[in-house]
């Protein structure tokens, strides 16, 4: 819904653009470039981030399900890790090899 309402503002955008201002066609070509170069970036963007937030939370999901994670080739697990959630991190529990090890979420297969 918010790509929808993205693309009337910036049709809104280009009707202005093209009754409202005495500008020349290359200029107006040049700010109507420029505009769809910023929100195509601005979708690329919230795409990506989107996906890897859902990779994120999948790796936790696991991991809550007691399963092992792969994180940069460490084995990650609920026996050795406990998770903080309000950064997303495993941090090695006491007693345990890993102990004081962190490692993020985000880098986690």
């Known amino acids: 819904m918010a790509y929808i309402a993205g693309l009337v503002i910036v049709g809104f955008f280009f009707f202005a653009l093209h009754y409202f201002t005495e500008l020349t066609r290359h200029q107006k070509t040049l700010v109507t470039a420029i ?62 090899p890993n102990y004081g090890q962190m490692i993020s979420a985000s880098t986690c297969e």
């Open 35 to 96: 505009v769809l170069t910023i929100v195509l970036s601005a979708i690329a963007f919230n795409t990506y981030t989107s996906t890897q937030r859902e990779n994120m939370m999948n790796v936790v999901m696991k991991f809550n399900q007691h399963k092992t994670i792969s994180c940069n080739g460490v084995a990650v697990n609920d026996k050795n890790y406990s998770l903080s959630i309000g950064t997303y991190t495993f941090i090695g529990k006491e007693n345990t």
